[in-house]
């Protein structure tokens, strides 16, 4: 007979066990009432994923072994109903003075109010923002399961990039492949995803079900889209993205083998996606916190008003404050482009002029900057004025100031620390800036949240980015073209391409060699840099570990 598995694709936050467990619990009884026989729980579910050095703490560990317990009495009365939750479980022969290393990346079978099974993840990643080998040492052992008749191999995300733990669960009988995860979203990893599980299934010759976490945890974002492959590697069901969901997977055994059906949400195009996943981040950022609401300076430029948007998509309008405050080279469109935008967000708006605090600050300086010439010293002064107003704001009203720089300007230092760079969250630090440009055309376009379509004025989008802190300033006075920019940026930073190939590419050697040194002397700004949503590949964060103190150059 046909049976149901429910995927809880759902969105935990880390150190909530309690929390977490209830949301367990609920989705264990909603799947019991739809008729499944299997809920799959995403990894490290009752802790959520990545709860870092609190791994260490042997309290936290004892309050997961809690966790899982009160989980394991709630669901008692579920009969029939197998429940795999991923948690963290210490490991024999550890003690509280023992730096790491002291429990396992688990998930274990629950039925009839029982523990029957532990699984511990074999494979432990090590890169881009992965460091589970400071935390956790690899289990060894398999982990196949009855269900209704058929027997299931458990993995753990990273357990299924690699050939061996699928293998070894195949021919200890498994008939179907198990795989829960916290998988970090960049933009292109859902293809990898499922091309990697289907390499599994070609070689296994078995079904293999997804579990996949949804949503924001600092700068990492999860997008859900769990899905199922078919033994002929063939998607069966596939998840909605970046919505919590409990999705179900069909499982049918036919002429001796297992067949999987279900629901196919759609795939995103990447401007949704990105998009989803800068809403997911602002989102979780704010609301897990428990901030009251953010607050931005709006310049009437196309970062500010990008992440305006993407504010109010994750928040709602009375949550979002933003302030234009004009310097004395601020132009008129800015002004006009600025309050367009506000009231087409009905977003509260407010002007605070900053030119007496500036010429304030010339006149304290006067005595030491005499004889010299104005240069970025006093372009730096007018962003670190506007940082002050917003941090003020910021402590007398509890909102968090989101800051409004693009990877473009981390990568090469174009933003003024203490500055622009002044706030809690930088929503767009891992978007470049033709992605900017991109992100907000089809935002115009496209009403994804409910919130209005058309946001951004025309005008913010088609003129060209100016910093507006000297007299006709224009980005592309100081930075190459953003489409040679940011190829060399994703090549070099995100690809890590040698200088000569990047060259050999196409691209002028003076722009390469130009772009690099920025990269190479701009370390310690971005190390004071707020986190922020990444969405690459690599991103200026976890993924990004240089020396600040460095002579080397290629």
Not at 128 to 139: L, S, T
Request: charged fraction near 25%; aromatic fraction near 8%.
């Amino acid at each position: 007979m046909p049976f149901p598995i429910s995927i809880a694709q759902l969105n935990f936050v880390v150190g909530d066990i309690q929390g977490n467990a209830r949301k367990i619990i609920e989705a264990a009884r909603q799947a019991h009432a739809a008729g499944s026989r299997l809920l799959l729980t995403p990894e490290l579910a009752l802790s959520a994923y990545a709860a870092e050095d609190l791994y260490l703490r042997p309290a936290f560990l004892s309050a997961c072994e809690q966790g899982l317990a009160e989980i394991a009495s709630a669901t008692a009365d579920l009969t029939g109903l197998a429940l795999v939750v991923g948690h963290p479980r210490a490991t024999p022969g550890t003690h509280s003075g023992e730096y790491g290393h002291r429990c396992h990346n688990a998930a274990s079978v629950i039925r009839n109010g029982r523990i029957e099974q532990t699984y511990a993840k074999q494979r432990l990643p090590n890169y881009e923002v992965f460091d589970e080998q400071r935390y956790f040492i690899p289990g060894n052992d398999t982990c196949v399961f009855e269900v209704d008749g058929v027997r299931v191999g458990l993995l753990i995300c990273e357990d299924a990039w690699f050939p061996e733990p699928a293998r070894a669960a195949a021919q200890a009988g498994a008939e179907l492949i198990a795989c829960i995860n916290a998988s970090p979203f960049h933009m292109g990893k859902g293809a990898e995803r499922e091309d990697a599980m289907r390499a599994r299934v070609a070689e296994t010759g078995l079904p293999l079900v997804y579990a996949h976490l949804v949503g924001g945890q600092d700068e990492v974002v999860f997008e859900g889209a769990s899905f199922a492959l078919n033994a002929d590697g063939q998607v069966a069901m596939r998840a909605l993205a970046f919505a919590e969901q409990l999705a179900r997977v069909d499982v049918e055994r036919q002429g001796g083998k297992i067949k999987l059906a279900g629901e196919m949400a759609p795939v995103l195009r990447w401007e949704a996606e990105l998009w989803a996943a800068l809403v997911t981040g602002v989102r979780d950022y704010i609301g897990k916190n428990g901030f009251p609401g953010v607050l931005l300076g709006l310049s009437g430029g196309i970062d500010s008003a990008l992440v305006l948007a993407i504010a109010v998509d994750a928040l709602g309008a009375d949550k979002v404050r933003t302030v234009m405050m004009p310097s004395p080279y601020t132009a008129d469109i800015s002004w006009i482009d600025a309050r367009d935008m506000a009231a087409r967000l009905n977003v509260q708006y407010e002007e605070i002029a900053i030119a007496p605090q500036f010429e304030a600050f010339k006149a304290a300086l006067a005595h030491d900057f005499a004889g010299l010439p104005e240069d970025t010293t006093e372009e730096n002064l007018q962003a670190r004025i506007r940082g002050t107003l917003l941090m003020a704001l910021s402590n007398k009203f509890g909102s968090v100031v989101l800051t409004t720089g693009n990877k473009s300007e981390m990568a090469t230092g174009y933003c003024t620390l203490y500055g622009d760079m002044a706030g809690g969250f930088a929503v767009i630090k891992d978007v470049l800036k033709t992605r900017v440009f991109a992100l907000a055309r089809w935002r115009n376009e496209n009403d994804p949240f409910g919130k209005g379509a058309n946001p951004i004025p025309d005008r913010i989008i088609t003129r060209p980015p100016s910093a507006e802190l000297r007299p006709d300033q224009k980005d592309q006075d100081s930075l190459p073209p953003y489409e040679a920019l940011d190829a060399i940026v994703e090549r070099y930073m995100e690809r890590d391409e040698p200088i000569a190939d990047i060259v050999s590419a196409g691209f002028a050697s003076a722009d390469v060699e130009r772009v690099t040194r920025l990269i190479k002397i701009n370390e310690y700004k971005r190390r004071q840099a707020p986190v922020g949503v990444r969405v690459t590949r690599r991103s200026f964060g976890k993924d990004w570990r240089y020396p600040i103190t460095n002579k080397f150059r290629a």
